[in-house]
């Protein structure tokens, strides 16, 4: 939890969001270390996705969030955000500004952001605690008009990116390696989304979107979260 800056509301802002799974390992705390291709868990006996590393913010978004369907309208739209934000940055990067992101971008409430003008612009540009590149702050002010209009034109967001998702599930990776960063969907995706006014969503980003947000399972065949692994039932999704 974060507490909120000056000129801001007191309320405590939660790291995790309404998608967030959490995924207990039979209720024992976690013992990991680097194995191979792989991420062990040597009291559980459970593997991880080789990226998630030695991590523990990213392995608690390995095992807690990615892949987790979500439908949630403003924790889709902070997807969207936050994944613009990590272009040409590394993701871990991004998980440890993130409770900062939302803090200075009031929760990520579209219609709020939608209406930040130049004092919003400076003090997001003044903010330590974020990615101060200007370009991707004024995207990030784009992106909220344009995923209201979203919103009004099909009733929902999570209705609109949702028919996105793949006909037939992809083939599981069988390692790091296998990780597809583009797919035919997300060039659809993407297309559709810059022709809609949005901004920092290349087929690249469109794709760790999906990845984030569940429309694509990408986790190993043998991690312990892909779908169809024994393992993937320790908690609801």
Known sequence: MVTAAAGKSAAAVPIWT??????????????????????????AGLTRCEWAGNDPIMIAYHDEEWGVPCHDDRDLFERLILEGFQAGLSWSIILRKRPAFIQAFDRFDAQVISNYGPEDMARLLANTGIVRNRLKIESAITNAQAFLNTQDAFGTFNAYIWAFA???????????????????????MSKDLKRRGFRFVGSTISYAFMQSIGLVDDHVETCFRASGNPH??????
């Open 18 to 43: 309404p998608c967030f799974a959490p995924w207990r390992l039979l209720g024992k705390k976690a013992n990991v270390m680097t194995g191979g291709h792989e991420l062990h868990d040597t009291i």
């Open 166 to 188: 793949p006909d037939i599930p992809p083939l599981r990776p069988s390692s790091l390696s296998d990780l597809r960063s583009t797919s035919p969907e997300s060039d659809a």
């Open 232 to 237: 993937a039932t320790l908690a609801p999704r």
